[in-house]
């Protein structure tokens, strides 16, 4: 974060959001339990998910997309609207393992908006019905961590009680920054 606030040449902006499964109390394996700050490993020091270093069966998910080259569903370039405040357009959905290699070829396109407020930066990521679904595609997973990401630079991380996604459930994501 230091890098985008200090202007540093090679610093972008938000470039990816990820979900995984490691952000409960793994002392406990409650799930409903989220990890608490200062404690198990989660402090500012943390630059990944608890689901990219963990090799317990960990699952997490990558929205990416390149704030240079951003298109709608039919891949058509999009523009800021609404007195360059709002954006909206599709990114790039990936199941990924702890090396942060695709596990399989979903290619999902998915919503993304983004608005500019006097202070504030809002993203709304919606994940389909169809995405995000276990490494089959169809298995209900229990996500405990959500992050977003400047390439591999992970800018805010959040942990929290575990949402399920399985093949019936839609995921919409509101998730705002204030400066």
Not at 2 to 22: C, E, H, R, S
Request: aromatic share 12%; net charge negative; proline share 3%.
């Amino acid at each position: 974060m230091a890098k985008l606030i200090a202007n540093y040449p090679d610093a972008v902006g938000i470039t990816g959001f990820k979900m995984g499964t490691q952000g409960h109390d793994t002392t406990t394996d409650n799930i409903l339990k989220p990890k608490e700050a200062g404690q198990q490993g989660y402090d500012e020091s943390r630059e990944k998910l608890f689901s990219q270093e963990s090799n317990n069966n960990a699952f997490f998910y990558t929205v990416t997309w390149n704030p240079k080259n951003l298109t709608n569903a039919d891949g058509q370039a999009v523009t800021w609207t609404n007195n360059n405040t709002e954006i909206s357009f599709v990114a790039k959905g990936q199941k990924k393992n702890q090396q942060g290699t695709e596990t399989d070829a979903e290619n999902a396109k998915i919503p993304i908006k983004i608005e500019l407020g006097t202070n504030s930066v809002k993203y709304t990521f919606e994940i389909p019905e169809n995405y995000m679904n276990g490494t089959d595609g169809n298995s209900a997973v229990a996500f405990t961590e959500a992050g977003l990401f400047c390439k591999e630079d992970m800018f805010s991380i959040k942990c929290f009680p575990a949402k399920v996604k399985d093949s019936q459930t839609l995921f919409r994501i509101h998730w705002r920054i204030i400066f």
